[in-house]
């Protein structure tokens, strides 16, 4: 999809995106190797730079992060699925007077790795700045402040992907767990019907003594982590279809 992309470009829309599709302009190298004018004798030579320094920078997912809105984000999925992570927090919830994260969630599609505040949780910072994109559900208003927060001055993955404003677009509303039953994902019983009210509870048992609360707590979190993957892949498709059915009809060529 990124190759086919030139919303990132100033000047270009949606509308003008399409607009080139249709007439077969359809990825960078097209517009590049296009003997005529295509947009006007003034616009052209800009276009040709700006796409000429997105084939320089193709691996560079900086160069995109700053040129895409937010909206348009999921356009880089594919390209940088390899150093892709979904992410979750936890937190105390106001547990003895304190809001602060209790447990971070990372899985990159092959391990999950698990920070428990008061045993590990520090690692966290350095785990998380090898990669380049970081996949969330309402991480935008809620997980990333609080682990900004927690550690200021941490480097995170450059660029952010939100399921639960991406998936908006494609008509899922609602919290995670609603579209995870729609979408046909099951969880373990004993996680299953577990929401943030419930891992709030689990962390105070735990701090309570209780022996079994923090690995309850541990697999909810890995549920949420683990199942993100799946419905980005989804929304993924499903936006890919739509802008297809809006305009891009050759799309042999190159597949990402």
């Known amino acids: 999809m990124l190759e086919h992309t030139f919303v990132h470009i100033q000047g270009i829309g949606p509308r003008?995106?399409?607009?080139?599709?249709?007439?077969?302009?359809?990825?960078?190298?097209?517009?590049?190797?296009?003997p005529g004018c295509v947009l006007s004798r003034s616009r052209d030579p800009l276009v040709r730079d700006e796409l000429e320094r997105s084939r320089t920078h193709r691996g560079?997912?900086?160069?995109?992060?700053?040129?895409?809105?937010?909206?348009?984000?999921?356009?880089?999925?594919?390209?940088?699925?390899?150093?892709?992570?979904?992410?979750?927090?936890?937190?105390?919830?106001?547990?003895?007077?304190?809001?602060?994260?209790?447990?971070?969630?990372l899985y990159d599609g092959e391990r999950v790795q698990t920070f428990?505040?008061?045993?590990?949780?520090?690692?966290?910072?350095?785990?998380?700045?090898?990669?380049?994109?970081v996949i969330t559900f309402n991480g935008g208003p809620f997980d990333l402040p609080y682990i900004r927060r927690r550690f200021p001055g941490i480097t995170?993955?450059?660029?952010?992907?939100?399921?639960?404003?991406?998936?908006?677009q494609l008509g899922f509303s609602g919290g995670l767990k609603a579209i995870e039953r729609r979408m046909g994902l099951v969880r373990e019983d004993d996680v299953t019907g577990l929401d943030g009210?419930?891992?709030?509870?689990l962390w105070a048992a735990h701090c309570n003594g209780d022996p079994s609360a923090l690995d309850r707590l541990v697999r909810y979190n890995t549920a949420d982590i683990v199942h993100l993957e799946p419905l980005m892949n989804m929304g993924y498709a499903r936006m890919k279809a739509r802008l297809l059915e809006e305009g891009l009809y050759v799309l042999d060529s190159v597949d990402n």
């Open 16 to 34: 003008t995106e399409r607009s080139l599709w249709r007439r077969g302009i359809a990825t960078w190298d097209a517009f590049l190797q296009h």
């Open 60 to 105: 560079d997912i900086r160069f995109f992060q700053q040129r895409l809105r937010s909206a348009e984000m999921w356009r880089l999925f594919e390209a940088f699925r390899g150093r892709a992570v979904y992410l979750d927090i936890e937190t105390s919830g106001g547990y003895e007077g304190l809001d602060e994260i209790t447990v971070i969630g």
């Open 116 to 133: 428990v505040n008061g045993i590990n949780l520090d690692a966290f910072e350095i785990a998380v700045a090898t990669y380049d994109l």
């Open 156 to 168: 995170l993955p450059p660029a952010h992907i939100d399921l639960r404003f991406f998936l908006r």
């Open 197 to 201: 009210r419930d891992a709030v509870i």
